[in-house]
């Protein structure tokens, strides 16, 4: 028996494809500061994660460059992940209130 995935998604490739190649051409910092200043509790697990990436690697003997670059794309793909999440919230809402305000326009028609 094949199982079906269940899945909310409302974003597909299509949707996240321009998003994601406009977010890669931004600079990483002010990606970063902005998924900070939406989701600083999202963002300190990502900046956790990477902590502990970076002491692996150092303990390897990577080079403070490499654990610079190592910890800014760990952080970097975070704050990625957080903006995608917000635009296809944002999608999915607006998909919502202008269902609903469609839905009240024709109910408010049919009144008069």
């Known amino acids: 028996m094949k199982r079906?995935?269940?899945s909310d998604a409302v974003v597909?490739?299509?949707n996240a494809r321009p998003w994601v190649e406009a977010l890669f051409r931004e600079d990483p910092d002010d990606v970063?500061?902005?998924a900070l200043a939406a989701e600083p509790a999202i963002m300190s697990v990502a900046a956790a994660v990477g902590k502990k990436t970076v002491e692996q690697l150092e303990r390897n003997g990577a080079s403070?460059?490499?654990l610079s670059f190592v910890l800014s794309q760990v952080c970097f793909a975070g704050a990625v992940s957080i903006?995608?999440?917000r635009k296809g919230n944002s999608l999915l809402f607006d998909d919502l209130i202008v269902s609903d305000a469609s839905s009240k326009k024709g109910?408010?028609?049919e009144r008069r």
């Open 32 to 34: 970063i500061k902005r």
């Open 12 to 14: 597909n490739f299509d």
């Open 64 to 66: 403070e460059q490499v």
């Open 107 to 109: 109910a408010d028609d």
């Open 4 to 6: 079906k995935v269940t």
């Open 83 to 85: 903006e995608l999440m």
